[in-house]
């Protein structure tokens, strides 16, 4: 089965500092969405990127989807602190209407 | 107006009891989903409906039970709860199957 690993975990970071987590998977993705949650709060859509090698930038968001459809990046340029929650990609699990989601990475910014 | 609303927010019960959380979306859309999120945010992803039929039931026990009365509507029952249903259940809804989804604000389930 189609197998989506979403890297890192976790990642602490300065105010100021730039973050990055990717989602990479074994097989071809039709499109990929990214999602943000606050705490407790609830994942909110981002963006989706469906084209081999697309960037999107949404002020200081870049998202990435790789030339072979297989990978996938958010980048965040000089964080803030309310860029504070867990990022998750999702994708299409292959059955119809099955949106699966990545584990997340939770971002935490140190003022 | 909110787009996709699920009630109660909370809710505390006992092991074994039969209990349901609703689901509405007022975005017209023709898919609508439950996640569940465990303690470490996992999102798992139980059902999905589409136009009414159910298109894909995840491993859940089948304690759980989906119910959509019409294509607005996504209910979720669960009977016999146990401790590990404890969790905060997500609905969702899209225009189209794996399209984007708008989430509601999320049922938080405590089973003592």
């Known amino acids: 089965g189609q197998q989506v690993m979403q890297i890192p975990q976790y990642q602490h970071v300065q105010e100021g500092e730039d973050f990055t987590t990717y989602c990479n998977s074994s097989?071809?993705?039709?499109?990929i969405q990214w999602y943000k949650q606050r705490p407790g709060g609830h994942p909110v859509f981002l963006i989706q990127?469906?084209?081999?090698?697309e960037v999107k930038k949404q002020k200081r968001l870049t998202f990435q989807f790789g030339e072979a459809k297989k990978n996938s990046s958010l980048h965040i340029t000089a964080t803030q602190t309310t860029d504070v929650g867990t990022y998750f990609c999702?994708?299409?699990?292959?059955?119809?209407?099955?949106?699966?989601f990545g584990k997340g990475t939770k971002l935490s910014v140190k003022p | 107006d909110t787009a996709v609303s699920q009630t109660p927010k909370y809710l505390v019960t006992q092991m074994g009891n039969d209990k349901s959380i609703k689901c509405e979306q007022n975005?017209?859309?023709?898919?609508m989903y439950w996640y569940k999120q465990d303690s470490k945010k996992f999102l798992k992803i139980m059902f999905s409906?589409?136009?009414?039929?159910?298109?894909i039931n995840e491993t859940v026990p089948n304690r759980f039970s989906p119910k959509s009365p019409d294509k607005a509507h996504l209910n979720l029952h669960i009977n016999s709860l146990e401790l590990g249903d404890s969790a905060v259940y997500f609905c969702?809804?899209?225009?189209?199957?794996?399209?984007?989804?708008?989430f509601g604000q999320g049922t938080r389930l405590t089973v003592v």
């Open positions: 969702a809804s899209s225009q189209v199957p794996h399209g984007p989804a708008f």
């Open positions: 990127l469906v084209k081999s090698g």
């Open positions: 999702a994708y299409d699990g292959g059955s119809q209407g099955n949106l699966i």
């Open positions: 409906y589409n136009n009414k039929e159910l298109i």
């Open positions: 097989t071809t993705l039709s499109n």
């Open positions: 975005l017209g859309h023709d898919t």
